[in-house]
């Protein structure tokens, strides 16, 4: 069974530190997404990695697939308030979309 | 962009009647849609796959008389709790993969479901 397993699952961080989320697996994924979902909403895409060591920029927010592509990292810079919500990563098995466990941020002013 | 469309955003129904949530595509076509289910603080379980014209894949644990799930046309599927109780209020998303011109998916905003 394809799992995807998050760290960590709570982060609270004051305005402005830095911190990196993960998502790792023993299985090998043709590609990995990122979701971010605020409270009463649905997830929203940030974004796609599908190459093996692929960085992908998106403003303050880096991610990065392994080089095995088995797992995926989340890096944000400076964060803000509004980088508070949920993240998930997913990947897509026969169709069907599969998130991992989710890590909380809180980003306090 | 793709939008999907969920309707109502709230509910809060009695122990023992059922409640029907609406997901719809707006700009785009959808085969298939997936509803999840999310607790506090927690990811989106899948629950089920609807199919357009067909019965319901549903995931491992899922109880199909329970929650059942119509997908009539292609841009409209249903997900009914029955006799609903209060274990089952929790947090319900659906999805439609598809009109993003990438295969990606799209999420609706989500329903809340209390039932007292």
């Known amino acids: 069974t394809q799992l995807l397993e998050q760290s960590p699952q709570f982060l609270s961080i004051q305005e402005g530190e830095n911190l990196t989320v993960y998502c790792n697996s023993s299985?090998?994924?043709?590609?990995l997404q990122w979701y971010r979902q605020e409270p009463g909403e649905g997830p929203v895409l940030l974004v796609t990695?599908?190459?093996?060591?692929e960085v992908k920029k998106l403003k303050r927010l880096t991610f990065q697939f392994g080089d095995a592509r088995k797992d995926s990292s989340l890096h944000i810079t400076a964060a803000q308030p509004g980088d508070t919500g949920l993240y998930l990563c997913?990947?897509?098995?026969?169709?069907?979309?599969?998130f991992g466990q989710g890590t909380t941020l809180q980003v306090k002013p | 962009g793709a939008v999907v469309s969920q309707h109502p955003s709230r509910v809060i129904c009695k122990s023992g009647t059922s409640v029907k949530i609406e997901c719809r595509s707006l700009?785009?076509?959808?085969?298939?849609m997936f509803w999840y289910r999310q607790f506090p603080k927690k990811s989106l379980m899948l629950m089920a796959t609807?199919?357009?014209?067909?019965?319901?894949?549903?995931e491992q644990g899922v109880e199909k008389d329970k929650f059942l799930i119509n997908h009539a046309s292609l841009t409209l599927s249903t997900l009914t709790v029955t006799s609903a109780h209060p274990e089952d209020s929790s947090f319900y998303i659906c999805?439609?993969?598809?009109?993003?011109?990438?295969?990606?998916?799209?999420f609706g905003s989500g329903t809340r479901l209390t039932v007292v």
């Open positions: 990695v599908v190459t093996g060591g």
């Open positions: 299985s090998v994924f043709s590609s």
């Open positions: 997913a990947f897509s098995n026969t169709g069907k979309l599969i």
């Open positions: 609807s199919n357009e014209g067909s019965k319901a894949t549903y």
């Open positions: 999805s439609a993969r598809g009109g993003q011109g990438n295969g990606g998916y799209t």
């Open positions: 700009d785009f076509q959808a085969t298939t």
